[in-house]
Structure formats: C-alpha cells, structure tokens
C-alpha cells in the first residue's frame, strides 16, 4: 500500500519501517559513535551504558541490513570484527545531529514537563479507586 494518505502509521509503509528498525535510541548512539570512528563491540558496548549484549547485537544487525553499517572482520588473532558507518548511514548524522540538539536545548522543558506529570498523577486519585 502506498504512504500517500498517511506516510507513517500503515503497516506497510516503508518509512514505519524505517522507524521500528532505525529510529531507536541505541541505533542512533551507535550510528553517533561510528560516525567518529569505525568501532569494535566491546569498545560500544563501553560508550553505550545500559546497553545490554543482546541489545547491542541485534541494534547492529539491525543496522548492517538496512545498509547503514558495514561490519569486517579483521584478520587478527583472535579474530575480531569492526564496524563502520556507510555512507547511506552518514546521512542521517543531519537528521540526528538536530534531534540531538534539540533534545539539549529542550531538556530543562523537558525534566519540568515529567515533574508536572509526575505530581499532577500523585494527586489525582486512581480510577479503580473511585
């Protein structure tokens, strides 16, 4: 089906698509990583708190098919692997990069807004409490 009437929300829309496999918080730290240097799995599992291995493999995975990393492995021993941003991949540093931003200009909004919530639900009584 075609995205022209709404381009985000049918199932079979490529830009959904893009978003549930991209536009996640750790492929947009992985992608800002590899951006200033290809980076080997443990060196982002490091920079990455939080992130678990599990998470981290599949995020990459995630990355490498939609054509936004490339991962080589080095002929080392032992053997390890590498991975890089594509060129496709360093597109989105501009789209990113201004999320980024704006999530830094914003964060003080943002931590009040979370305050206001947080204290408007600890007054306001449960519905099953009704």
Same mark, same amino acid.
């Given at each position: 089906?075609? !995205?022209?009437?709404?381009?985000?929300?049918?199932?079979? !829309?490529?830009?959904?698509?893009?978003?549930?496999?991209? +536009?996640?918080?750790?492929?947009? /730290?992985? *992608?800002?990583?590899? #951006?200033?240097?290809? #980076?080997?799995?443990?060196? /982002?599992? &490091? &920079? *990455?708190?939080?992130?678990?291995?599990? +998470? *981290?493999?599949?995020?990459? &995975?995630?990355?490498?098919?939609?054509?936004?990393? #490339?991962? !080589?492995?080095?002929?080392?021993?032992?053997?390890?692997?590498?991975?890089?941003?594509? #060129?496709?991949?360093?597109?989105?540093?501009?789209?990113?990069?201004?999320?980024?931003?704006?999530?830094?200009?914003?964060?003080?909004?943002?931590?009040?807004?979370?305050?206001?919530?947080?204290?408007?639900?600890?007054?306001?009584?449960?519905?099953?409490? +009704?």
């Amino acid at each position: 089906m075609a !995205c022209e009437n709404d381009p985000i929300f049918f199932a079979d !829309c490529a830009a959904r698509s893009f978003f549930d496999q991209v +536009a996640n918080k750790w492929a947009v /730290m992985i *992608l800002t990583i590899l #951006s200033e240097r290809p #980076s080997r799995f443990n060196e /982002m599992k &490091r &920079r *990455l708190e939080g992130v678990t291995h599990k +998470a *981290l493999t599949q995020a990459l &995975r995630r990355l490498e098919r939609n054509g936004l990393i #490339s991962r !080589c492995v080095l002929a080392t021993s032992p053997v390890a692997v590498e991975y890089s941003i594509t #060129s496709l991949g360093r597109t989105l540093q501009v789209p990113f990069g201004a999320v980024y931003d704006w999530s830094i200009a914003h964060l003080d909004d943002l931590e009040e807004a979370k305050r206001l919530y947080d204290a408007k639900q600890q007054n306001t009584p449960l519905a099953n409490d +009704a």
